[in-house]
């Protein structure tokens, strides 16, 4: 059964224009004018787009004592509901833990998906035995290895672990991620904080100032340039950490830098909320920050240094954040925001004129796609492509509540704002997911996506780090020893 979505304009990372696209068997077949097929999809008034890919979630992860409340069902219904489709999770091996046995746990925990996912790998700890299985996680088609610069205690990882890691890396062709933030010092401020009575929520904002994710970001730039491989930031929330990704793009180094809706649309006012619940609801880390970060993370969308918005989504329900009742650092970190990332960004973005929809595109979509090496099956509307579309209607206008969303949380953190630009239908493989504002699950359909490594970017590097590498200086007469 082939179906034709008619009458849009089709929107990519660099072109807009009025097309008609057929789909069949799961994959686009064919785009132009006047299209048959036997079911149509109207898309008039509507934009037609590559679904949206998010490259950062945890759904269901063992994480500060609890799991996260969305799995691989709830979260990819809210994915779809949202325009995404697409999700990459992360791998997270407790420390000990294989990282193959991991894999098992999230192979098993991703069955019931809406949606094509990936994985990411977390290294959470270092010896032989990771450096062993590195490479078997990398036939397995997970290229991309976060290391956690903070959480001193648990999942954090030391520089010489770091650079050991990274090295690794370069040798395979995989791409370093970093959680960016010096997690010796927020220990030691949070301890402080806690000595001075500063036990609520505020006091998770003031344990990590703009400095700590700024020197994390300049260090795991600086050892990942040694070790020759290409790093990806996650969740890049302050100018300090960008302005040490920008000037390392302009150097010629292969980093990107990755900002979240939740840091683009909230800031840090919202820890200073009198009700502890809704200050906790947003406990996340990096913390929300002041309005001048938030323009730096605006404008380097809008010039390249920031490549992609993501949403970490990973999230808690009041009662898990209760737990950090008279103690902050017990309240579990992570916010939702899959169900809202394209509306959220839409609205703030392309409506204000901070984007256009093709930048849109590119930084829901098609970018991370090209950086993680599964583009043009993902991130493109071409021939060949997995028909993972969305078909976006820029009128169309809701008031966002947790009432009406798929996540299995009880509140949502943009609660009451207004987004203008939403779904028509959301399309996964030519499956129509989701329209006119209902969702038609089908768990299990998602298919996980496994990448090749050593892309351009790693071969483009490898070239340049081989070719500058030190080497001894050929000299005709060497001097006796004096012997
Ligand atoms: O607070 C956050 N970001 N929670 C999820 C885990 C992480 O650090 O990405
Ligand atoms: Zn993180
Ligand atoms: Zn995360
Ligand atoms: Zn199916």
Not at 34 to 44: I, K, P, Y
Not at 146 to 171: C, I, P, T
Not at 221 to 236: E, K, N, Q, R
């Amino acid at each position: 059964m082939s179906k034709v979505i008619k009458n849009g304009t089709v929107v990519t990372a660099d072109l807009t224009y009025k097309a008609d696209v057929k789909i069949d068997g799961g994959k686009i077949v064919e785009i132009g004018p006047d299209l048959t097929g036997d079911e149509v999809l109207d898309a008039t008034g509507c934009y037609v787009m590559p679904g949206g890919i998010d490259p950062h979630t945890h759904l269901e992860m063992p994480f500060m004592g609890t799991y996260s409340a969305d799995d691989f069902e709830s979260g990819t219904r809210a994915a779809l509901a949202g325009g995404t489709t697409m999700v990459i999770d992360f791998a997270l091996p407790s420390p000990g833990q294989g990282l193959l046995d991991a894999l098992k746990m999230w192979d098993n925990k991703s069955t019931r998906a809406h949606c094509d996912y990936s994985f990411h790998m977390a290294v959470t700890w270092w010896d032989k035995q990771v450096f062993d299985e590195m490479p078997k996680v990398i036939e397995r088609g997970i290229t991309t290895f976060k290391h956690f610069m903070a959480y001193k205690g648990a999942l954090m990882v030391n520089d010489d672990e770091l650079y050991a890691s990274f090295s690794r890396l370069a040798e395979l062709g995989g791409i370093a991620m970093v959680h960016a933030e010096n997690g010796d010092v927020v220990a030691e401020l949070s301890a402080k904080l806690l000595a001075a009575g500063n036990t609520g929520p505020e006091a998770h904002a003031y344990s990590r100032p703009t400095q700590v994710e700024g020197e994390a970001t300049n260090r795991a730039i600086m050892i990942a340039d040694m070790a020759g491989v290409p790093l990806y930031v996650v969740h890049t929330s302050c100018e300090e950490s960008h302005e040490a990704i920008r000037r390392a793009k302009m150097q010629g180094k292969r980093v990107w830098g990755e900002p979240l809706i939740q840091h683009l649309t909230l800031d840090e006012s919202e820890y200073f909320n009198t009700d502890w619940d809704h200050a906790a609801r947003r406990v996340m880390s990096p913390p929300f920050r002041n309005k001048q970060h938030q323009d730096s993370l605006w404008a380097g969308l809008q010039s390249g240094s920031l490549s992609v918005v993501a949403t970490d989504h990973c999230a808690f329900t009041t009662d898990q954040k209760r737990t950090g009742v008279g103690d902050f650092t017990k309240i579990p970190n992570g916010t939702g925001g899959l169900e809202d990332r394209l509306p959220m960004l839409w609205t703030h973005g392309v409506n204000t004129g901070r984007l256009t929809p093709n930048e849109f595109v590119a930084v829901t979509s098609t970018n991370i796609a090209k950086i993680l090496n599964c583009y043009p099956r993902k991130g493109a509307v071409l021939v060949g492509a997995d028909a993972d579309l969305v078909v976006w209607d820029p009128e169309a206008t809701k008031t966002i509540t947790a009432d009406s969303q798929q996540s299995a949380i009880d509140y949502n953190v943009f609660e009451g704002q207004q987004v203008k630009g939403l779904p028509r239908y959301t399309l996964t493989r030519g499956r129509v997911a989701f329209a006119d504002g209902k969702i038609n699950p089908e768990p299990g359909h998602g298919q996980f996506v496994a990448r090749e490594p050593k892309g351009s970017v790693n071969q483009a590097l490898s070239t340049w780090k081989e070719l500058t590498a030190p080497r001894p200086v050929e000299r005709s007469g060497i001097p006796a020893t004096g012997v």
